[in-house]
Each structure stands twice: as structure tokens, then as C-alpha cells.
């Protein structure tokens, strides 16, 4: 939008659609279809309409995401890659301790520690650093670590947010199913707000915790226009 170079750290911090799709264009549409289908398991894409750049990396899919598969999605970047499939039990037991239902939890690396960091620690700035979409709407820091990113759809009839902390991951949508524009004041965010809220409850008591370092991930002072050290 500022028709000038932009680091990707700046882009997502303030959600830039413009380098998204540039980026999203290197990928490839397929690649990224192929990845949040068969590796993330997101179940509503759809193969004829959504292998392209306005789905894949602006969230225009056919029908949506629920914010349950989007949640997991998001889960490998608190978890060193790391993707776990989504369940809401691991076994039910009759009275007499048999067991009569067993859930098949799978667990893959979905992408590389190394990569989660960085993605991690870019998340944070949009919590954190200053022009962060989501700037001061986090869980107190003495109660835990946080990251996320916001997300919002032409004319604000969808408001998205995911945040994670060390101990949770949690989506939060805003809106109408029939897709009626949202009649809200400008600056607020009802999703985050909403985060927010819950995990500084959900996690009262809990020890502190910071998400673990890639010690493969080397920090460095660089330049922003030369990409150099």
C-alpha cells in the first residue's frame, strides 16, 4: 500500500495484503491447497473454486472455515511444527473399565521447529510491537506468553482472531451467517477482546511459561533495504 519495500515482519504485523499475495504467488495456490488440505486437515476447501490466491492467502474459500479447524491449524506454531489431530476425547471406558471407544490421535510435524519459531516470534510483534494489529489486546504478561493474528473480511462482515499461548490455542469469530455487514466502531475487536478475556481466566494460577527457542534460529541485526548484516 506504501508502494515502497517491506519487510515480511511489517507485513504481517500489519496485515499487507499486497505482500501476502506476492508471497502466496511464489508458493504457489496449489501448494497452499494441498497443505492446509492434506497436512492441516481443513475439510471445507474445495478443489474446483479455492486453488487460487484470493482463497489461499485472503480467506475468500467457498464456504469458510470453522473456527474449530482454524484453531488447529494454527496449533503448530506454539508446538515446535508440530500437529496433533483435532479431538475432544482419547478413550470412554463402560463401568467396568473396558474400554469401548478409542480415538486414533495422530500427531506430524507439519513444518520445521525452526520455521514455527520465526513464525512464532512474528506473531508476537502483532500483539506486542508497535503498529501491531492487535497492539495491547493480550493476556497479562505475567500470566503467559502470547502470540496471534487478526484477520477481517471486506467490509468487516467477518472479524477473525487466533491467539496461542504456551498452554492454549483459541479462534474467535465475529459476525453473521447470513453475512450482514458488522455495525461496530472503528478500532475495536470484538474477537480479540474476547481472547483475551478467556485466557486470562482459563490460565489464573497456572505456572508462567514462554514458548521454547529454536536454538537452530540465529538472531541478528540485518538492514531492511540490503536484507544484508
Known amino acids: ?41 481443513i475439510t471445507t476447501l474445495d478443489e474446483n473454486s479455492d486453488v487460487d490466491l484470493a482463497p489461499m492467502v485472503l480467506g475468500a474459500t467457498t464456504t469458510g472455515l470453522s473456527p474449530y479447524e482454524l484453531a488447529g491449524a494454527y496449533m503448530m506454531y506454539g508446538d515446535g511444527g508440530r500437529m496433533t489431530s483435532l479431538h475432544s476425547y482419547t478413550s470412554v471406558r463402560d463401568y467396568q473399565g473396558n474400554e469401548i471407544l478409542e480415538k486414533d490421535i495422530v500427531t506430524t510435524q507439519a513444518i520445521g521447529e525452526d520455521t514455527a ?71 475495536t475487536h470484538a474477537p480479540t477482546t474476547a481472547w483475551k478475556y478467556v485466557m486470562e481466566r482459563a490460565q489464573q494460577g497456572l505456572p508462567v511459561l514462554e514458548f521454547p527457542v529454536d536454538e537452530s534460529v540465529v538472531t541478528a541485526e540485518y538492514c531492511t533495504e540490503s536484507g544484508g548484516l
Open 117 to 187: 519459531y520465526i513464525m512464532n516470534r512474528l506473531l508476537h510483534s502483532v500483539l506486542f510491537d508497535a503498529g501491531g494489529t492487535a497492539r495491547g489486546i493480550h493476556p497479562d504478561a505475567n500470566v503467559m506468553d502470547s502470540i496471534g493474528k487478526t484477520g477481517t473480511t471486506n467490509d468487516n462482515k467477518d472479524v477473525w482472531f487466533v491467539g496461542l499461548t504456551p498452554k492454549y490455542v483459541m479462534a474467535t469469530w465475529y459476525g453473521y451467517d447470513s453475512g450482514f455487514a458488522l455495525n461496530t466502531a472503528s478500532g
Open 1 to 41: 500500500y506504501s508502494h515502497s519495500m517491506t519487510t515480511v515482519y511489517e507485513a504481517l504485523k500489519q496485515s499487507l495484503n499486497t505482500v501476502a499475495v506476492r508471497v502466496g504467488d511464489w508458493v504457489t495456490p496449489r501448494t497452499m491447497f494441498e497443505f492446509a488440505r492434506d497436512t492441516l486437515g
